[in-house]
């Protein structure tokens, strides 16, 4: 038994829970923030058998795509002069952790 922890972007989550409830996985969403952006995200966390693994995260692959987002930032000259120009950054994806279960009860 593995336990995948999946890390992705909040405007995929959705799409990739849809995606592996219809393949027969059982998903726990739980809504987490972080990254450079301090953007929101959603950590999934995805328990099953260890030969569903590679299934399993080829299909978070497939939903989590990376995109570039520009983004407002500001940067400070000193001397209380500050200015404003966009950012251009990389989102999407994912990170995912698989890691063993020595014990699962479904209670």
Same mark, same amino acid.
């Given at each position: @038994?593995?336990? +995948?922890?999946?890390?992705?972007?909040?405007?995929?989550? &959705?799409?990739?829970?849809?995606?592996? +409830?219809?393949?027969?996985?059982?998903?726990? !969403?739980?809504?987490?923030?972080?990254?450079?952006? @301090?953007?929101?995200? @959603?950590?999934? #966390? +995805?328990?099953? %058998?260890? %030969? &569903? *693994?590679?299934? =399993?995260?080829?299909?978070?692959?497939?939903? =989590?795509? &990376? !995109?570039?987002? +520009?983004?407002?930032?500001?940067?400070?000259?000193? #001397?209380?002069?500050?200015?404003?120009?966009?950012?251009?950054?990389?989102?999407?994806?994912?990170?995912?952790? *698989?890691?063993?279960?020595? !014990?699962?009860?479904?209670?």
């Amino acid at each position: @038994m593995k336990l +995948i922890t999946a890390i992705v972007n909040k405007e995929d989550s &959705k799409h990739v829970c849809n995606e592996l +409830i219809k393949a027969g996985f059982s998903v726990t !969403r739980l809504s987490t923030t972080g990254g450079f952006l @301090m953007a929101g995200n @959603m950590t999934l #966390m +995805i328990g099953t %058998e260890d %030969e &569903k *693994v590679d299934s =399993c995260i080829d299909l978070i692959a497939q939903c =989590c795509k &990376k !995109r570039t987002e +520009i983004v407002p930032s500001t940067t400070s000259y000193g #001397m209380g002069v500050a200015t404003a120009y966009p950012l251009q950054v990389t989102v999407g994806g994912a990170t995912v952790f *698989v890691t063993n279960v020595e !014990r699962f009860e479904k209670l």
